[in-house]
T-cell receptor, first 114, second 116 residues
Framework: QKEVEQNSGPLSVPEGAIASLNCTYS??????FFWYRQYSGKSPELIMS????GDKEDGRFTAQLNKASQYVSLLIRDSQPSDSATYLC??????????????FGSGTRLQVQP | EAGVVQSPRYKIIEKKQPVAFWCNPI?????LYWYLQNLGQGPELLIR????????DSQLPKDRFSAERLKGVDSTLKIQPAELGDSAVYLC??????????????FGEGSRLTVL
């Protein structure tokens, strides 16, 4: 079982719709959760972080965390063609593992159709 | 403020040849990471430095890969000898980490390696 799992997509949504991206993680003790966006041929950039259960909103982006179910999601409202990219879910594991760097999922490719 | 700088951006070598990648992190960032990214996959950690100390190198294939971060600033990642399967993008990232871990990484543009 991979530590962080994402559907590779592509997820295709029309412009103006809500895009919903999901991620599950295997280590129940994981503490911190992040979403990175990676345009084709570019490097990842951080767009959202979430540390506690519930929702966190930043502009058109909402991150959702449910530690009991071990899933993280990212909602993008009013999707724009410029949102077309690969979205990487990343997790920092528990202190007990000693692995204190981000573990990334394989990413979900989002396509926003004009 | 300058971002994370990596060089070279592209490198093509024949198998069994050596190759080295260089990274200059954001000024003031004490933590430096080397990640490997294969096509269609997420980045995978190779090594993490806090200042000049390698605090996590469990994923670094030590038979052919080596890294150093002299004086806790610049870092070099070396592969010797390179194999066909090493073809990938090598990403350097940096962050400010104080007494714990952070997921707020800043990535360089990456070094794309092709091994023929």
């Amino acid at each position: 079982q991979k530590e962080v799992e994402q559907n590779s997509g592509p997820l295709s949504v029309p412009e103006g719709a809500i895009a919903s991206l999901n991620c599950t993680y295997s280590d129940r003790g994981s503490q911190s959760f992040f979403w990175y966006r990676q345009y084709s041929g570019k490097s990842p950039e951080l767009i959202m972080s979430i540390y506690s259960n519930g929702d966190k909103e930043d502009g058109r982006f909402t991150a959702q965390l449910n530690k009991a179910s071990q899933y993280v999601s990212l909602l993008i409202r009013d999707s724009q063609p410029s949102d077309s990219a690969t979205y990487l879910c990343a997790v920092i594991g528990p202190r007990s593992t000693g692995r204190r760097a981000l573990t990334f999922g394989s990413g979900t490719r989002l396509q926003v159709q004009p | 403020e300058a971002g994370v700088v990596q060089s070279p951006r592209y490198k093509i070598i024949e198998k069994k040849q050596p190759v080295a990648f260089w990274c200059n992190p954001i000024s003031g960032h004490n933590t430096l990471y080397w990640y490997l990214q294969n096509l269609g996959q997420g980045p995978e950690l190779l090594i993490r430095y806090e200042n000049e100390e390698a605090v996590d190198d469990s994923q670094l294939p030590k038979d052919r890969f080596s890294a150093e971060r002299l004086k806790g600033v610049d870092s070099t990642l070396k592969i010797q000898p390179a194999e066909l399967g090493d073809s990938a993008v090598y990403l350097c990232a940096s962050s400010w980490t104080s007494g714990g871990a952070t997921g707020e990484l800043f990535f360089g543009e990456g070094s794309r390696l092709t091994v023929l």
